[in-house]
């Protein structure tokens, strides 16, 4: 089967080029979608487990544009499209002086498609990650900043550790990657060095997750990560949010994994606290459990009618969300920011 695969993948290259590659991915990740159980949950292989959402959203046709309507999950084709709402988000904060920084965190089935239960050649992964150039380059166009992570995990040594087996999320060696990328942007402004420091300390600890999907399927299987635990050097305590920092992480529940505790399974190790400790002071967060792509822009416009000052303080967002929202039920509606005083 393994070599069956290959050779029809090289006999579509030779006759249909990577378009052809992309509809047979496409259709492969569709077809694992729908043998998914009951809980929307698809086993691998090696103990891993991947969400029918995040694979129905690899089946996509496209990610913008008209096409986007036939692949999208949103009850409204008006709000199927991303980009208008991203390019205009852009361009509110652009006018208030907000530099945007739009990173979607890759699906996990994508960069790690060889623990998927069926074989999907290196070409046919090639030609899905063309879909995703073809679109940030389209929001790149429109000047909205861009940081595609999907070279850099791809490139990763430990690639098979980015993400949890038996969850959503990225794992600590993930979000390692997204607070190293961000940390650079960060120190590349010119208001950077104005921002008083402080120290941070890490510490390597292990801990056992019982993963979302692994809770959704009811299993019992546990996971045992290592992660950062980054505390205050001062206090010995894990860090707190800072409303009035230059920087807000804005996002999905990919800014509040190992940070916020609960079900979201420890405090004071997620992209939040490693991306402080990197740029030496703390930052301002608002993240949302649901959807990253409309509630999370809903959220800041709230907070920025409650609080006028709000984003007087900012110079950057970092928006964070899992990519599959760019397909997702939620949609993608234009949200304003409150007006400048």
Excluded at 176 to 191: L, Y
Aim: hydrophobic share 40%; with cysteine; charged share 25%.
């Amino acid at each position: 089967m393994k070599y069956f695969t290959i050779i029809v993948s090289l006999l579509l290259l030779f006759w249909g080029g990577s378009s052809a590659l992309a509809e047979t991915a496409q259709q492969q990740m569709l077809s694992l979608a729908a043998a998914a159980d009951e809980n929307g949950v698809v086993q691998g292989k090696d103990g891993w487990l991947f969400l029918k959402e995040e694979l129905e959203h690899l089946g996509s046709k496209a990610f913008y544009g008209k096409a986007v309507r036939e692949s999208s999950k949103v009850t409204k084709p008006e709000y199927a499209d991303p980009i208008p709402a991203i390019v205009d988000f852009n361009q509110q904060l652009k006018a208030r002086d907000i530099q945007l920084i739009f990173a979607p965190i890759p699906p996990k089935a994508l960069i790690n498609s060889d623990k998927l239960p069926v074989v999907i050649s290196p070409e046919m992964v090639s030609a899905l990650d063309r879909m995703y150039t073809e679109f940030f380059a389209e929001l790149s166009t429109q000047g909205v900043q861009v940081l595609n992570l999907i070279p850099l995990f791809r490139s990763a040594k430990n690639k098979d550790r980015l993400y949890c087996k038996t969850d959503t999320h990225y794992s600590g060696a993930g979000l390692s990657i997204v607070a190293n990328e961000f940390s650079k942007e960060i120190q590349k402004s010119e208001w950077y060095a104005r921002v008083n420091k402080k120290t941070y300390v890490k510490a390597t600890q292990e801990i056992v997750i019982h993963g979302d999907l692994s809770v959704m399927e009811k299993s019992d299987t546990k996971e045992r990560l290592s992660l950062d635990f980054v505390t205050d050097s001062a206090t010995g305590k894990a860090e707190v949010v800072d409303p009035d920092s230059p920087v807000l992480l804005l996002g999905d529940s990919h800014i509040l994994v190992f940070s916020v505790g609960g079900d979201l399974h420890s405090r004071g190790a997620g992209l939040f606290d490693q991306l402080n400790a990197d740029i030496k002071f703390p930052v301002d967060l608002l993240g949302v459990r649901g959807s990253g792509a409309t509630p999370s822009r809903i959220k800041l416009y709230q907070r920025s009618r409650k609080d006028k000052l709000f984003l007087e303080k900012k110079r950057i967002v970092l928006w964070c969300l899992s990519a599959r929202e760019l397909t997702g039920s939620g949609g993608w509606r234009k949200i304003p920011i409150a007006k400048k005083k």
